[in-house]
T-cell receptor, first 115, second 112 residues
Framework: DTGVSQDPRHKITKRGQNVTFRCDPISEHNRLYWYRQTLGQGPEFLTYFQNEAQLEKSRLLSDRFSAERPKGSFSTLEIQRTEQGDSAMYLC?????????????FGPGTRLTVL | AQSVSQHNHHVILSEAASLELGCNYSYGGTVNLFWYVQYPGQHLQLLLKYFSGDPLVKGIKGFEAEFIKSKFSFNLRKPSVQWSDTAEYFCALRAAGNKLTFGGGTRVLVKP
């Protein structure tokens, strides 16, 4: 399967714990995006990488959130000191610079539940 | 700042009925517009996109959408739905930069 993959698919944690999610984009894609989707809402943009450079961050991304893409391939999203309001689906997408449509391909998401 | 609104949160219809989902956006400049679909248990998939040119765009599975600039709208249509069209549909725009701004989604249930 050459699509976007995310791990884990589900994560249950207690409030105050740290969690880390991983995203593997489509192999030739150099752009990677993180979105968050809460129940009944559409996805909301969190941050975006081109290769290893983090080029844009939403104000939704509080200082408890950090994302990395150290080698320009996979990315991690870490949430420190989780809160119940962090419960959501975290989506990753990738696209190819140079594709005139910049179509974003989405992964299956990681569902986070904070107890 | 840009925003997208989808008027219907839930739509229920029978097979062979026609479907139209509304999408309006707010942004003063050039936009690219998308419709994504999420089938039960699956990830978001692109249905169709508008970048420029013919305002009537055709996508996969018989869907089409019309961009009406004067109304800031990009409504999705399908003349005859099937049970397999049961899904959640999201309208999205890309304005400045590369991020997508999504609407709240419309859940469509097609009764067999």
């Amino acid at each position: 399967d050459t699509g976007v993959s995310q791990d884990p698919r589900h994560k249950i944690t207690k409030r105050g714990q740290n969690v880390t999610f991983r995203c593997d984009p489509i192999s030739e894609h150099n752009r990677l995006y993180w979105y968050r989707q809460t129940l009944g809402q559409g996805p909301e943009f969190l941050t975006y990488f081109q290769n290893e450079a983090q080029l844009e961050k939403s104000r939704l991304l509080s200082d408890r959130f950090s994302a990395e893409r150290p080698k320009g391939s996979f990315s991690t999203l870490e949430i420190q000191r989780t809160e119940q309001g962090d419960s959501a689906m975290y989506l990753c997408a990738s696209s190819q610079r140079g594709d005139s449509y910049n179509e974003q391909f989405f992964g299956p998401g990681t569902r986070l539940t904070v107890l | 700042a840009q925003s997208v609104s989808q008027h219907n949160h839930h739509v229920i219809l029978s097979e062979a009925a026609s479907l139209e989902l509304g999408c309006n956006y707010s942004y003063g400049g050039t936009v690219n517009l998308f419709w994504y679909v999420q089938y039960p248990g699956q990830h978001l998939q692109l249905l169709l996109k508008y970048f420029s040119g013919d305002p009537l765009v055709k996508g996969i599975k018989g869907f089409e959408a019309e961009f009406i600039k004067s109304k800031f709208s990009f409504n999705l249509r399908k003349p005859s739905v099937q049970w397999s069209d049961t899904a959640e549909y999201f309208c999205a725009l890309r304005a400045a930069g590369n991020k997508l701004t999504f609407g709240g989604g419309t859940r469509v249930l097609v009764k067999p």
